[in-house]
């Protein structure tokens, strides 16, 4: 029995360790420095303009700027990755006595961590539909639907929504032909002032997903060009990845405090890579990482996929004081100077919350003049 039922949780335990072992040390993310952006205005996050440091950095002309690197044990609590190892592996040979410990203690954690179990154990399955979709289709809705019924939507409890902007209820059937129905609903965030629209999904009501359409380059792709045209799609995938981020991370802090001081993820999708930017509006620190899509090589996809549910459950495994000014001092240097970028942000960004219609605000003047009588 007991070898039984450590098979059936070994993916998840294993992978999680063998995770720890090898990433502990290694850098997790990086920050980023805004240059420039359009924040205030009422863009849209697919018009979004942002022009980090690291971009420029690219530019031989450029000045060498310094980035901070973060390693993973300065990003994620990693005794209490270790602890749900240790209880779950107690658990498998003694199911009686554990189960109500955890249950006090751990109940969050360990409920996503059966999502985790429950999800690697049916992984080859998932595996095979999603390749069979993103890897032969450029279509936006397609990939969106696949990811969302077999990675986003099975590691969420199905608390993964889809802009019903871009799926009709008569077409929410995933593509690779398993007949389920994906979730539809409202996923807009920001107002009509700010960086604002719907975003392609939602993960339990505070993760957006951007499905980016980066051109990708194909063998007989020669000219100049479609180069830059490549290029363009990227500068403005970043730009409207990191737009969703920052006006997302504003409408958690406004609607919850608790979220408050973490950095706040969202996903940007492509069909070789997942990037994550996080932005934590209390501090002003944008960061970046970059998961590698290995999903389909069975060598490395159990631990991408594990990286992926870390940062779907970010509020229960990263340390409360990653992006914490007092706590790290020298990150001071390497915020993202979001607020510089014009006297009014937290004035506009205060306003931002989930769920944005798409109208403007009808009975607002459209200017406002004031007579100036002082200098005369
Ligand atoms: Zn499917």
């Known amino acids: 029995m007991a070898a039984m039922a450590k098979d059936v949780t070994n993916d998840a335990e294993d992978g999680l360790q063998e995770l720890l072992e090898k990433n502990v040390e290694s850098v997790e993310m990086m920050t980023l420095r805004i240059v420039f952006c359009n924040p205030i205005g009422g863009d849209p996050f697919k018009s979004a303009v942002v022009t980090t440091q690291e971009q420029l950095s690219s530019l031989h002309d450029y000045p060498n700027q310094r980035t901070n690197l973060l390693k993973f044990k300065h990003v994620w609590d990693v005794e209490k990755l270790h602890q749900l190892i240790r209880m779950k592996r107690n658990q498998d040979q003694d199911q009686d006595h554990c189960t109500k410990r955890i249950k006090l203690v ?8 059966r999502l985790l179990e429950a999800y690697l154990n049916d992984f080859a399955h998932h595996q095979k539909c999603l390749e069979k979709v993103l890897l032969s289709c450029n279509d936006l809705k397609e990939s969106a639907m696949v990811l969302n019924a077999h990675l986003f939507g099975p590691l969420s409890e199905e608390n993964c929504i889809i802009n019903n902007h871009i799926v009709r209820k008569e077409h929410s059937i995933c593509g690779c032909g398993c007949g389920k129905e994906i979730r539809r609903g409202n996923t807009g965030i920001g107002v009509y002032s700010t960086w604002h ?26 000219d100049e060009a479609e180069e830059g045209c490549v290029h363009d799609k990227q500068k403005s995938g970043t ?31 492509t069909p070789k890579q997942l990037s994550v930017c996080l932005y934590d509006c209390k501090n002003d620190v944008l960061l970046k990482k970059i998961i590698p899509l290995h999903l389909f090589k069975k060598t ?3 631990s991408t996929v594990i990286m992926i549910w870390l940062y779907m459950n970010f509020r229960l495994f990263m340390r409360r004081d990653v992006t914490d000014l007092n706590a790290h001092s020298d990150l001071s240097e390497y915020q993202a100077q979001f607020f510089a970028s014009d006297a009014n942000i937290q004035e506009f960004y205060s306003k931002v919350k989930l769920g944005f219609t ?16 002082d200098k005369e």
Request: negative net charge; contains cysteine; proline residues 6%.
């Open 239 to 269: 730009s409207q990845l990191i737009a969703e981020t920052i006006t997302n991370a504003f409408a958690q802090v406004n609607s919850n405090n608790d979220h408050s001081g973490l950095p706040i993820p969202a996903f940007g999708c």
């Open 106 to 113: 751990h109940d969050d954690e360990s409920a996503a961590f």
């Open 300 to 302: 490395d996809s159990v």
């Open 197 to 222: 629209g719907f975003v392609d999904m939602i993960i339990k009501e505070n993760l957006p997903v951007a499905i980016l359409d980066v051109g990708e380059s194909t063998a007989d792709q020669e």
């Open 358 to 373: 798409g109208c403007k605000h009808p009975d607002r003047p459209i200017l406002t003049s004031v007579v100036r009588l």
